[in-house]
């Protein structure tokens, strides 16, 4: 029987190599969590160990229930009648499995019946659901609601809501995206206003909200009258009752068992989570950490799953006498593939452990601000460790999802005419990833986020360090090879900025956000390799394969390849 945690071998690396030492001792209060709770850990180990259990149970639901209900969820759909949508029957019988499991609020708090876990534990989680059955992992993933209402919702908020969030009674929604404001959210119009009792009510039309037949929304909103930019708007929460219209749900390429609903707020109901106006500028950017590492945690189990296709067919399938997993021109995009594969998820989980100590030395500063304390040191380290995740999770998103259609591609052309039929589930998997690089902020949206950061040299302090360290035998070899690509990254930083020209480094920002990864991600790996011998076959083909793509991004940017960009007005004509 499969168990999607324990028969995957990098899986199990990476989650032995989460650096989370700190980060729980925060979340347990110092272990003092357990004397409150039984079943809280009363040392790292034992929470190490309570996270590796929780995973084999989802691990388990995943690999022997959830993948074997995939393709029927994706025949079937979501159904809308009357403005009322009903789940397949298969996700029906998921979530119901997943909620007997208490997996439903992993990461929030346990005096509400959640699990209380760091957020890169729940991501290995979404990532394993997402290798199952990507739908779901839409309706699983939104456990981020519960814990923007923990976060920034006041206590009568939190007990109104989470405890059901927990049991897996209540499913949320993010109510971000309108007709006229999806990438843009300053453009939002839906309005928030107040009776003369101070109740709110919400009022407008939200567009391609994922998992819009929820119970509980998140929904953004202008409660500023008068305003038309990101200051006016703020957070509300509100139930789906009678006023709340579900006018449609997309008939979309993939993800058919997770609904995408249009929705009409006719007068609603709601209450304000945490204070006016930093609806956006506040909230949604804490949202977007969480988001941007659910769609790629999402992103690398589609792209574990077409892998596990493509090796199981090219072993199986024969041709001219012989399996195709022996033809090297298959053989090598096979190796591509699990090279990207397990790349990514050494990003993904360096991410998700930013994020987890972001967010805890948040906790921490909080604290000390309700004592009345301002401890210098830590303020500063945590507006370091906040601008390395802003750096870091938007690279994950770009480079995890980009990545995973381009193995669902191969996987499919692995199989040939084969995949091509809905009697293989890698024409579903190429369907699914296609939204991943779409939805919570487009490929070009996460180049513009990092790129301030690549151009500010974020990880310079890094760089400076890994090139000192000895590294044995030939991985001495590789961190030479990352040193030429840095001394390629800082000709073409150089060149972009002498130019003085804003409108060539907007041109020129994917190939130097590119050129930075290259780098970071092989130091990754060369820590990777020391320390397993696998690793140094993944560490040689990315990083000698980095060298060249690094040549080919600097002669983009300074052969000015792109330049006609900044005078397409007068060609696409």
């Given at each position: 029987?499969?168990?999607?945690?324990?028969?995957?071998?990098?899986?199990?690396?990476?989650?032995?190599?989460?650096?989370?030492?700190?980060?729980?001792?925060?979340?347990?209060?110092?272990?003092?969590?357990?004397?409150?709770?039984?079943?809280?850990?009363?040392?790292?180990?034992?929470?190490?160990?309570?996270?590796?259990?929780?995973?084999?149970?989802?691990?388990?639901?995943?690999?022997?229930?959830?993948?074997?209900?995939?393709?029927?969820?994706?025949?079937?759909?979501?159904?809308?009648?009357?403005?009322d949508v009903n789940y397949a029957s298969g996700t029906v019988e998921n979530l119901k499995q997943l909620s007997q499991a208490d997996l439903m609020g992993m990461v929030l708090p346990r005096k509400f019946g959640g699990l209380h876990f760091p957020t890169s534990v729940?991501?290995?989680?979404?990532?394993?659901?997402?290798?199952?059955?990507?739908?779901?992992?839409?309706?699983?993933?939104?456990?981020?609601?519960?814990?923007?209402?923990?976060?920034?919702?006041?206590?009568?908020?939190?007990?109104?809501?989470?405890?059901?969030?927990?049991?897996?009674?209540?499913?949320?929604?993010?109510?971000?995206?309108?007709?006229?404001?999806?990438?843009?959210?300053?453009?939002?119009?839906?309005?928030?206003?107040?009776?003369?009792?101070?109740?709110?009510?919400?009022?407008?039309?939200?567009?391609?909200?994922?998992?819009?037949?929820?119970?509980?929304?998140?929904?953004?909103?202008?409660?500023?009258?008068?305003?038309?930019?990101?200051?006016?708007?703020?957070?509300?929460?509100?139930?789906?009752?009678?006023?709340?219209?579900?006018?449609?749900?997309?008939?979309?390429?993939?993800?058919?068992?997770?609904?995408?609903?249009?929705?009409?707020?006719?007068?609603?109901p709601a209450w304000l989570v945490g204070k006016r106006k930093f609806g956006l500028i506040k909230y949604v950017f804490d949202l977007m950490f969480r988001a941007r590492l659910g769609v790629s945690a999402q992103a690398l189990g589609i792209s574990q799953a077409a892998?596990?296709?493509?090796?199981?067919?090219?072993?199986?399938?024969?041709?001219?006498?012989?399996?195709?997993?022996?033809?090297?021109?298959?053989?090598?995009?096979?190796?591509?593939?699990?090279?990207?594969?397990?790349?990514?998820?050494?990003?993904?989980?360096?991410?998700?452990?930013?994020?987890?100590?972001?967010?805890?030395?948040?906790?921490?500063?909080?604290?000390?601000?309700?004592?009345?304390?301002?401890?210098?040191?830590?303020?500063?380290?945590?507006?370091?460790?906040?601008?390395?995740?802003?750096?870091?999770?938007?690279?994950?998103?770009?480079?995890?999802?980009?990545?995973?259609?381009?193995?669902?591609?191969?996987?499919?052309?692995?199989?040939?005419?084969?995949?091509?039929?809905?009697?293989?589930?890698?024409?579903?998997?190429?369907?699914?990833?296609?939204?991943?690089?779409?939805?919570?902020?487009?490929?070009?949206?996460?180049?513009?986020?990092?790129?301030?950061?690549?151009?500010?040299?974020?990880?310079?302090?890094?760089?400076?360090?890994?090139?000192?360290?000895?590294?044995?035998?030939?991985?001495?070899?590789?961190?030479?090879?990352?040193?030429?690509?840095?001394?390629?990254?800082?000709?073409?930083?150089?060149?972009?900025?002498?130019?003085?020209?804003?409108?060539?480094?907007?041109?020129?920002?994917?190939?130097?956000?590119?050129?930075?990864?290259?780098?970071?991600?092989?130091?990754?790996?060369?820590?990777?390799?020391?320390?397993?011998?696998?690793?140094?076959?993944?560490?040689?083909?990315?990083?000698?394969?980095?060298?060249?793509?690094?040549?080919?991004?600097?002669?983009?940017?300074?052969?000015?390849?792109?330049?006609?960009?900044?005078?397409?007005?007068?060609?696409?004509?």
């Amino acid at each position: 029987m499969p168990n999607f945690f324990t028969d995957n071998k990098d899986l199990l690396f990476q989650f032995e190599r989460l650096d989370l030492k700190e980060v729980v001792q925060i979340a347990e209060n110092n272990y003092e969590e357990s004397k409150k709770f039984p079943y809280a850990p009363v040392d790292f180990e034992d929470a190490m160990e309570n996270y590796r259990k929780v995973l084999e149970v989802v691990g388990d639901i995943a690999g022997n229930y959830i993948d074997a209900r995939a393709s029927e969820v994706d025949s079937e759909g979501a159904h809308y009648n009357n403005g009322d949508v009903n789940y397949a029957s298969g996700t029906v019988e998921n979530l119901k499995q997943l909620s007997q499991a208490d997996l439903m609020g992993m990461v929030l708090p346990r005096k509400f019946g959640g699990l209380h876990f760091p957020t890169s534990v729940y991501m290995m989680a979404t990532e394993m659901i997402a290798r199952a059955d990507a739908s779901l992992m839409n309706i699983f993933g939104l456990q981020d609601i519960g814990e923007m209402i923990n976060k920034f919702g006041d206590e009568s908020q939190r007990e109104e809501f989470l405890p059901k969030f927990c049991t897996g009674e209540y499913t949320g929604a993010m109510a971000l995206t309108e007709p006229d404001a999806g990438s843009d959210l300053q453009a939002v119009k839906l309005t928030a206003y107040q009776d003369e009792k101070g109740q709110w009510f919400l009022k407008g039309v939200k567009r391609f909200i994922t998992n819009g037949n929820a119970d509980i929304h998140l929904v953004l909103a202008r409660s500023e009258a008068g305003t038309k930019d990101g200051r006016g708007l703020s957070m509300f929460v509100c139930y789906r009752d009678k006023s709340l219209v579900i006018r449609r749900i997309e008939n979309k390429l993939g993800i058919h068992g997770s609904p995408t609903c249009e929705l009409q707020f006719n007068d609603t109901p709601a209450w304000l989570v945490g204070k006016r106006k930093f609806g956006l500028i506040k909230y949604v950017f804490d949202l977007m950490f969480r988001a941007r590492l659910g769609v790629s945690a999402q992103a690398l189990g589609i792209s574990q799953a077409a892998y596990e296709e493509a090796l199981k067919y090219a072993k199986d399938r024969v041709q001219f006498g012989k399996s195709i997993y022996n033809i090297p021109a298959v053989t090598n995009i096979l190796l591509d593939m699990r090279t990207t594969l397990e790349t990514n998820r050494t990003i993904m989980y360096a991410a998700g452990t930013a994020v987890d100590l972001k967010e805890k030395l948040e906790e921490l500063v909080e604290k000390n601000k309700a004592e009345g304390k301002n401890d210098v040191a830590l303020n500063e380290r945590l507006k370091s460790v906040t601008k390395f995740a802003n750096f870091v999770t938007p690279l994950a998103k770009y480079i995890l999802t980009e990545s995973s259609n381009k193995i669902t591609y191969d996987a499919l052309q692995i199989h040939g005419g084969t995949g091509y039929m809905k009697e293989f589930r890698v024409e579903r998997l190429a369907r699914d990833a296609r939204i991943t690089n779409i939805y919570e902020g487009t490929s070009q949206l996460h180049i513009v986020a990092a790129i301030g950061a690549v151009i500010g040299d974020i990880l310079k302090d890094m760089f400076d360090k890994k090139e000192k360290k000895e590294y044995p035998g030939g991985l001495s070899r590789l961190s030479e090879i990352l040193k030429e690509i840095r001394v390629i990254f800082y000709d073409c930083l150089k060149y972009v900025v002498d130019k003085k020209d804003v409108s060539f480094q907007d041109v020129a920002a994917k190939d130097l956000v590119e050129l930075y990864s290259y780098i970071y991600t092989g130091w990754l790996l060369l820590d990777e390799a020391e320390v397993n011998e696998g690793k140094k076959f993944i560490a040689n083909r990315y990083i000698i394969e980095s060298l060249a793509n690094a040549r080919r991004n600097a002669e983009n940017i300074k052969n000015e390849l792109f330049t006609d960009i900044l005078h397409a007005d007068k060609i696409l004509i």
